[in-house]
């Protein structure tokens, strides 16, 4: 191999399928056979930035490409990512979903047009695995937006996305609870802005009270 296709090999991304990694890969396979259902399996995978998360769904997603169905004249696309936009809310990401499926849309359509629309898609391309990148800090940040307080908390911020992890095991449901607790106590004590230190607070004196 001469020296241009050393370097090129080395500036190509490669899988490295250390333990953790694989094992949220076998996870994944799992539920991409899993049968349908009215609500099915979720799996939120968290990590730092450049920790491998993308790796990881591009190695779903080259286990499972997308095939050209003649018969039909459609791409099947098993695997499907989508990117959240930076401030999202529904229309947003439907029309974020439809961009990436190459559907049209009009600015003028309602949210639940919008909605069917994607739903029917993937259905359609045969969609069995839906990545949503960045889907956990984002609704931390809008439900955030929606608590009455005075001062501005960093929802999006490693630490509270951590903790809040921690302490919910990433069920919306516990986040949510969580949330709305810490927001008692700030206004409770005029501080009117959540830390995460609040989150371990709360979690801690839920654990007191089931004991």
């Known amino acids: 191999m001469d020296a ?23 996870e994944l396979e799992r539920r991409y056979h899993y049968p349908s259902c009215a609500r099915m399996l979720c799996m939120l995978l968290y990590g730092d930035s450049g ?6 769904l591009e190695k779903m ?5 997308s095939s050209y ?12 990512s989508v990117q959240m936009p930076p401030s999202p809310d529904e229309r947003r ?5 439809l961009e990436v499926l190459g559907a049209p849309y ?4 309602q949210i639940g047009a919008l909605e069917g629309r994607a739903l029917d898609l993937l259905k359609k391309i045969g969609t069995k695995l839906l990545f949503i990148d960045d889907a956990f800090r984002a609704f931390i940040v809008a439900y955030g937006k929606l608590l009455p307080l005075r001062k501005a908390s960093c929802f999006g911020e490693p630490a509270m996305i951590q903790a809040l992890i921690k302490h919910s095991s990433g069920v919306t449901g516990r986040v949510t609870w ?4 810490a927001a ?8 009117e802005q959540i830390i995460e230190t609040d989150i371990e607070r709360v979690s801690e004196r839920l654990r007191i009270a089931a004991a």
Request: charge should be positive.
């Open 93 to 97: 990401f439907y029309t974020r979903m």
């Open 69 to 80: 169905e003649e018969r039909r004249g459609i791409t099947l696309r098993p695997v499907v």
């Open 184 to 191: 008692e106590r700030a206004i409770e004590d005029g501080r």
């Open 106 to 109: 009009s600015i003028r359509d």
């Open 4 to 26: 241009k296709s050393r370097i090129k090999l080395m500036q190509t991304a490669r899988w490295v399928g250390f333990n953790r990694a694989q094992l949220a890969v076998d």
């Open 51 to 56: 920790m491998g998360k993308t790796m990881i």
């Open 178 to 181: 969580l949330l709305g607790r």
């Open 61 to 65: 997603g080259g286990q499972h490409p």
